[in-house]
């Protein structure tokens, strides 16, 4: 089953406005990823959150993370043209030996 | 500090041929994955090393796939003979083993076409 299901699949805003995209997976984790992809280029590691840990910034990212409800959200604020990319969220599930499993990303489109 | 280095960048070649993607870790990392991205099925891990001994290749599709890595600083991803529904973006990336939860380090990836 597929482990790490971004939603939106595309989200289009103004420069500005913020960007919210979740994230939910299916088993047990010890930590979740969010990864951005440039057209392109390969994937950059953006922020860890820890089974552990209920949020987290870095700069102009949040990352919230509810392992109750096997979910996690990346809100980037005030959000410019540069953050247009695809976010991909990648979990690394418990007995996995560090394997992690990424989810198909959201599409932002950030309009200037 | 270099990145991690994948050559080459693009690659058109007719089915059949046999096709090798080589790829440099980042000096100091440890564990080597090898990925594929397409539309349809998104990023799928394909196999992936720890200390240049392979862990997991479960996800290598079929046997016309292998990888290797001879020592630390190298890895190649093999198809032979390759077919167009090979035909994506592949990366690699790696990381430091250890030291628990670390990022994954990606490549700029190749582009194959099999025509």
């Known amino acids: 089953s597929q482990q790490g299901e971004e939603d939106p699949q595309a989200l289009s805003i103004q420069e500005g406005e913020n960007a919210t995209m979740n994230c939910s997976y299916k088993?047990?984790?010890?930590?979740l990823q969010w990864y951005r992809q440039n057209s392109g280029r390969g994937l950059v590691h953006l922020i860890l959150?820890?089974?552990?840990?209920r949020e987290k910034h870095s700069g102009r990212l949040r990352v919230t993370l509810d392992t109750s409800k096997k979910s996690s959200s990346l809100l980037i604020t005030a959000s410019r043209a540069a953050d247009t990319a695809s976010y991909f969220c990648a979990t690394d599930g418990r007995g996995s030996n560090y394997k992690l499993t990424f989810g198909k990303g959201t599409l932002l489109t950030v309009n200037p | 500090d270099a990145g991690v280095i994948q050559s080459p960048r693009h690659e058109v070649t007719e089915m059949g041929q046999e096709v090798t993607l080589r790829c440099k870790p980042i000096s100091g990392h440890n564990s080597l994955f090898w990925y594929r991205q397409t539309m349809m099925r998104g990023l799928e891990l394909l196999i992936y090393?720890?200390?240049?001994?392979?862990?997991?290749d479960s996800g290598m599709p079929e046997d016309r796939f292998s990888a290797k890595m001879p020592n630390a600083s190298f890895s190649t991803l093999k198809i032979q003979p390759s077919e167009p529904r090979d035909s994506a973006v592949y990366f690699c990336?790696?990381?430091?083993?250890?030291?628990?939860?670390?990022?994954?380090?990606f490549g700029d990836g190749t582009r194959l076409s099999i025509l």
């Open positions: 090393f720890n200390n240049n001994v392979p862990i997991d």
């Open positions: 959150i820890r089974s552990n840990e």
């Open positions: 088993t047990s984790i010890n930590n």
């Open positions: 990336a790696s990381r430091r083993l250890g030291t628990g939860n670390q990022p994954q380090h």
